[in-house]
């Protein structure tokens, strides 16, 4: 198949939507061909862990708490209601046979996109490599991430 | 699209965006060239995306035809 420039996603958000665009976005960019990675920091890092409690120190454990990982916690950025609202779109999503965020991070990693997690966010919010799903490829600072951006021709930030 | 036999029959009926593209790549890559793929599908969107995916990718799209309830699209790969 013909070469293409890469893409690049800046995933900064852990909401349940924008988690969504970051994966269909990704998926479909690596089904065309393109070298595809996602950069996940701050709230982002939560769509690739899998779902422990984090933390070390009392505020690390605090936020461990408060801002637990893991795609099975993830809320809409509008309308979560306490968790409702997360109820509520995944029942819509599925009735109208759209893929589960499981589902298209699986289709991630199978075609190949890669992730990076970003260093600095999880010094501060206390999250360890252990706490990270394993297809994680590396753990990164911003130069790797522009590196990257700049080797590509599509950037998404999300 | 009667003459077209495909080598591969993908069912992406009930599937939405991305899955029957992200399919639709999976099987392509484990294909060879000439081959035909078949994508059997009801997603709105895929009307413009296989043809997208294939512009983007170098493949051959040959065309699709309603078959009432969805639609089958016919994509032959390239080298």
Known sequence: ?158 | MQGIKPDRVQESVGQACPMPIVNMAKNMRTMSAGQVLEIKADDEGAHADVRSWCEQTGNEFLGEENAGEYFRYFVRRKA
């Open chain 1, 1 to 158: 198949m013909e070469a293409n420039k890469g893409t690049m996603i800046v995933q900064l958000s852990g909401d349940f939507d924008k988690v969504f665009a970051g994966f269909t976005l990704a998926s479909a960019s690596a089904a065309a061909g393109m070298p595809t990675t996602i950069f996940f920091t701050f709230w982002g890092l939560k769509a690739i862990q899998k779902g422990n409690l984090t933390g070390k120190g009392f505020m690390g454990r605090m936020v461990g708490l408060m801002n637990r990982g893991g795609l099975q916690r993830l809320g809409p950025s509008k309308f979560n209601f306490g968790g409702i609202g997360r109820w509520m779109f995944k029942r819509m999503m599925k009735a109208k046979g759209v893929a589960g965020l499981e589902e298209l991070r699986q289709a991630c990693i199978d075609l190949g996109v890669k992730f990076y997690a970003c260093k600095a966010s999880m010094d501060v919010m206390e999250i360890r490599r252990e706490d990270l799903i394993p297809e994680v490829a590396d753990i990164v600072g911003a130069a790797t991430a522009v590196k990257d951006a700049a080797a590509g021709s599509v950037q998404f930030f999300i």
